[in-house]
């Protein structure tokens, strides 16, 4: 082994412009892999978390359905429905009925972490000159810590304040931006859907960094929205947190079939995005092996040429005692060399993206709102980098090497003479 | 005097033509032979052979009275590389390597780790072959004489029974050619048997059994 590395060494150290120019491709290639990915991720893992956290893992609601009576089932079966022009969408029953008996039920359920409450409903909120349409939710805080993270992101902390002060309510940052309100303590007025005005204190912001729900938000407590919307002791939404998110999707299906109601799980309510993340992803990781695969190439040619321009050598070798799989060897070791140091150069420059790119300050306003790129900088980009340009490497060069093994020495002694 | 190598009624054919036509040959201990011919006649095939790095298509290879099963990549390699030792017309030293690390390759190989062994049996050569002061040098460095005798330091490291030679003095002038033969006329008194393939009849005479291959048979 000692006098294959030896060889190795020596064949590749010695053609350095050659050995310098496929291992930057390699590294290049890693470094690429780690940069987006811990871009792309970051920024995924951050809009899924936060979302599911402050969602629901799981959301039990009320399902709209077509209206039974509508069914026509007993001419063209249970599929077809009528529709009659002009008629007016059917009342819906907004409500779950004995919503405490699930509290209670899954309260106890080891599965579950948490479940609380919810009562949502729309209206109008004004303050001065300026109206928005806002999306309420009636919560009890005490059950709502234990199903959600909503908590976390309360600017000043106030979400007791709901309960002590039950005319009081927790506004969207960027709903009191657009109203126009910038400190706690002022007072809106608020249009339910019946067309009663309430006057109401806003005691805090809710800020979790996705624009939509910071758009749209108020959260207030659950008696004064039911005494607003007129739905004493009505609850429309239970939302749920469970231990393993990614059980959500199957506990969603138990739920649904032990309660009647529909239980949508967090992958389910975002299925729309965690779609556009797949395409994201393979759209990443395409380029990214891209790059890789033009680097492999750059190995690939380099022993190409090696193993022609060294046939005396392999010729010699052979005939001093040197095996095939010696000769496989040789080469295969200068492509995984390569790999190496073009995989720790890679992760280096990985790195060192990493924190110029976590330095960078910018404001990005769209679905997520952050200062900056939100990185994911776990190891295991660095891990997969470096496990992708190795095997890389060891293919580009497996085919070469397998070449010069292949050689028989007598040929090349009779036509080098 | 034991025999260390013996060709029993060699044949070599490539498609139609016959190269060897059934040659018998005994190197043994001590000896120094060499083979003579036109070009073409089959002195290189015949070595190749002999030196296991080609088959033949019949007839066999003893060597330590056991005939060499040809199949046997393995075997062959480990033989070539203790028992014998390859001189070319054309030295093939590896141009990446200094002249002492050609040398060091085939005692690598070897299995020889002993790293004060392997520079004083690497420093030995050099000085017996007259490189001393060279041994840094990349092959590009040296003269066609220091290149070749460099190679022959090489088939000498892992000490070899016997030395083959294939045109060894075919690329070199008067003055080198001379210089290499005296190196193997010297190797052959301390003992060593040398086999030397050569078109020159001057420096066949000089070694103590001259064959003649005419038409893939020894004719005289």
Known sequence: MRSILFIAFKLLTERKRQALVSTMGVAIGVAAFIA???????????????????????????????????????????????????????????????????????????????????????????YGTKEKSATLIGIEPA?????????????????????????????????????????????????????????LKVVDFFNSGITSLDQSRVYMNLRTLQA???????????????KDVNQAETLAAVISEDTGYYAESWQRAFSNFLQIFKMQNWITYMMVFAILIVSAFGIFNIMMMTVLEKKRDIAILKAIGYEDGEITRIFVFQGLLVGLIGALLGCLLGYLLEVWLASLRFDIVGIIRSSGFVLDRRPRYFVLGFIFAMVFAFFASFYPSWRASRLFPVDIFRSSV | MSV?????????????????????????????????????????????????????????????????????????????????????????????????????????????NDR????????????????????????????????????????LANDPEIVMADEPTGNLDSKNSAMVMDVFLELNEKGRSVLMITHEMYLAEKTKKVLEIKDGLIVS
């Open chain 2, 4 to 112: 260390i190598l013996e060709g029993r009624d060699i044949r070599k054919s490539i498609g139609e033509s016959e190269i060897l036509n059934g040659i018998s040959i005994q190197i043994s201990t001590g000896d120094f032979i060499s083979i003579v011919g036109a070009s073409g006649s089959g002195k290189s095939s015949l070595m190749y052979i002999l030196g296991l790095l080609d088959s033949p298509t019949s007839g066999g290879v003893i060597i330590d009275d056991k005939e060499v099963d040809f199949g046997d990549a393995k075997l062959l390699s480990k033989i070539r590389n203790k028992k014998i030792g390859f001189v070319f017309q054309f030295h093939y030293l590896i141009t990446e390597l200094t002249a002492y690390e050609n040398i060091l390759i085939p005692m690598l190989k070897n299995g020889v």
């Open chain 2, 116 to 155: 004060e062994r392997l520079k004083q049996r690497c420093y030995d050569l050099i000085e017996s072959l007259g490189l001393k002061g060279k041994e840094k040098r990349k092959p590009y460095q040296l003269s066609g004489g220091e290149q070749q005798r460099v190679a022959i330091a090489r088939a």
């Open chain 1, 143 to 199: 059950l709502e810590r234990r199903a959600s993270v909503v908590d976390d992101y309360i600017e000043l902390g106030n979400l007791d304040k709901i309960v002590t002060d039950r005319n009081s309510i927790i506004m969207g940052k960027l709903l009191a931006r657009d109203l126009g309100i910038k400190e706690p303590g002022k007072k809106v007025t608020l249009v339910s859907p019946s067309g009663g005005i309430y006057t």
């Open chain 1, 228 to 242: 607003i919307l007129d739905k004493p002791n009505q609850v429309n939404e239970l939302i749920i947190r469970v």
């Open chain 1, 36 to 126: 987006m990915s811990s871009v792309m991720n970051g920024f995924q893992i951050y809009f899924i978390k936060q979302a599911v956290d402050i969602n629901a893992h799981i959301t039990l609601k009320i399902e709209e359905t077509d209206d039974p009576d509508r069914i026509l089932k007993a001419v063209y079966g249970e599929n077809i429905v009528a529709d009659v022009l002009g008629s007016k969408p059917k009342d819906l029953k907004d409500k779950i009925i004995g919503y405490k008996h699930y509290l209670d039920k899954y309260e106890k359920d080891d599965r579950f972490i948490g479940i609380a409450p919810h009562l949502t409903g729309q209206a109008i909120v004004n």
